[in-house]
Each structure stands twice: as structure tokens, then as C-alpha cells.
């Protein structure tokens, strides 16, 4: 997502921008987004400095790591960059930033529920659908 800095203008600019997940190369085998990532972005110019708050919308499927049943979650994220940038700088990219935010964000072990009682280690059975006679 390129941000114009030449059509800032005082009091500030709001960008809206739907990009698909392999704009931003972030679909991997844990995290299957679902839907665009939706930004709406706020864009202040300073001086030296250009401040991006922006707001991510999205759906993402992942994987429970206790019972390994994939399942959706929401995405509603707000991030806030500062950039500085000289008179000579016409463009700021946000997209790579955004990436490494949306990944630095992402659960490690996410959980379809908290209480997830996940896989019986015996027999492989997800105790949440049904019980097992394993002696644990
Ligand atoms: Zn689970
Ligand atoms: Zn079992």
C-alpha cells in the first residue's frame, strides 16, 4: 500500500485499500486468509515525519494447536507507523510493515476454544467431539 505524500494534505488524509493476501505475501500453510485485508488508513504529515494509523479488518483460517481443527478468527488489528522522510521522499510503502506486524501478531499457539481439550496422544481422538477409553 503506496501512500502519496505529495496529496497529504494539513489536516491529514484517510486511504482506504483492500488488498488481497498475496498483495502482501502472507498466506502460509498455518494462516488461510479468508477474505481481502481490508485497511483504512489516517495519514498525518509532519514536518520530517509521516504517522500511519492504520486498522486492519480480515478473516483468517488457522489451525487449533491443540485439536488441529482448522477454524476461522477475525482479524481487527490497529498498527501505528512513523516514517520519517526528507523533501525529496514523494512515496512511503506501508505494505511491508503491515506484513511483518500482521505476522509478529499472529497467535503462535492459537486455540479454536479455550477450553480446547485437543488430541488424545494414544489414539487420536478429538476429545471434544467424543471421549476415548485411553488411560491417561
Ligand atoms: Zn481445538
Ligand atoms: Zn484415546
Redesign the pocket.
Known sequence: MKINLLKIPQGGLELSESLAPSDLDIDSKEIIFKKPIEIKAFIEKGINAVTVNARLNSVAEVF?S??L?PFETKIDKKYRFVYEVGQDDANVDISQDLREELILDFPVKP???PD?K?LCYKCGKNL?VEKCSCKR
Open positions: 487449533c491443540r485439536c481443527t486455540l479454536c476454544k480446547c485437543g471434544n
